[in-house]
């Protein structure tokens, strides 16, 4: 089961930071609470995914009971075993996760690795070995400058003690774009785009991106993966979309 590390800081040191620098919510600009930059009343407003398939993440209706598969993943079971999403892909996480991966704002990527790694807690999900932030292809990374899942599994890495692992798996093939692409043609789009280059040091995994769409791209990864030798993959995301 996981848990949050407790925070190991120097309490002088953790009192001139507050004051510093307060934490204020990204949303509002109210004082943040509980130390995340967001209010009590902003955080409760974000649309939390708690109400999905375990194994895909896609928000589930209402009216079906937890813990059920949905259709999809009981027709064609993913080469991954779990799927933890902090939010569904409404209102304002869109603007948030834009932020993190268009505009280099790093606070936003710690704030929603923090979300993350509280939703994770929340939902249950099991302890992997490593985390593995989706690769970009080294022409993307050379135009951005960063990775944002990489930005996003450093605060869920923090929080929850868990090493991240950059060295195993790349980005052989640099995709197309997956937006206007339907599922068939983003499952297309995205086989042969990793490599292993050596085995991940642990048998259980957990991969991280920042929004899951259709799935293709974390099914490509987990299933290059799994035919390396990870016994166990998981799929961690900061939005998944409906
Ligand atoms: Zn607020
Ligand atoms: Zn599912």
């Known amino acids: 089961m996981l848990a949050l590390r407790p925070v190991m800081t120097k309490p002088w040191l953790d009192g001139l930071l507050q004051r510093l620098y307060p934490p204020t919510c990204v949303l509002c600009g109210a004082p943040g609470h509980a130390g995340l930059d967001l209010c009590q009343g902003c955080r409760a407003d974000l649309p939390h ?3 999905a398939c375990p194994r895909c993440a896609i928000p589930l209706p209402e009216d079906q009971s937890i813990g059920t598969l949905c259709g999809t993943c009981q ?4 080469p991954f075993a779990a799927s933890h ?4 892909y409404e209102d304002p996480v869109p603007t948030l996760v834009a932020g993190v991966k268009f505009r280099a704002r790093f606070n936003l990527a710690r704030l929603l690795g923090q979300c993350l790694a509280l939703a994770l807690v929340e939902q249950g999900s099991e302890r992997p070995g490593l985390i593995i932030p989706v690769p970009l292809h080294r022409r993307r990374l050379r135009e951005r400058g960063y990775n944002q899942a990489l930005e996003v599994a450093r605060a869920v890495a923090t929080a929850l003690a868990i090493p991240i692992d950059t060295a195993s798996c790349i ?5 197309n774009a997956q937006v206007g692409l339907d599922d068939r043609e983003r499952r297309r789009n995205v086989r042969g ?16 991106d920042d929004v899951v769409t259709t799935g293709s791209t974390v099914t490509e ?3 290059v993966l799994r035919q390396a030798g990870v016994k166990r993959v998981d799929v961690w995301a900061v939005a998944r979309t409906p």
Do not use: C, D, E, K
């Not at 999403?85 to 569904?88: E, G």
């Not at 490599?195 to 259980?204: C, K, M």
């Open 49 to 51: 995914n708690r109400h």
């Open 75 to 78: 027709r064609h079971p993913p």
């Open 85 to 88: 999403a902090a939010f569904r």
């Open 171 to 175: 980005r052989a093939l640099q995709t």
């Open 193 to 208: 785009a990793f490599a292993v280059l050596r085995p991940p040091a642990a048998p259980h995994v957990a991969i991280l």
């Open 221 to 223: 990864l987990s299933r």
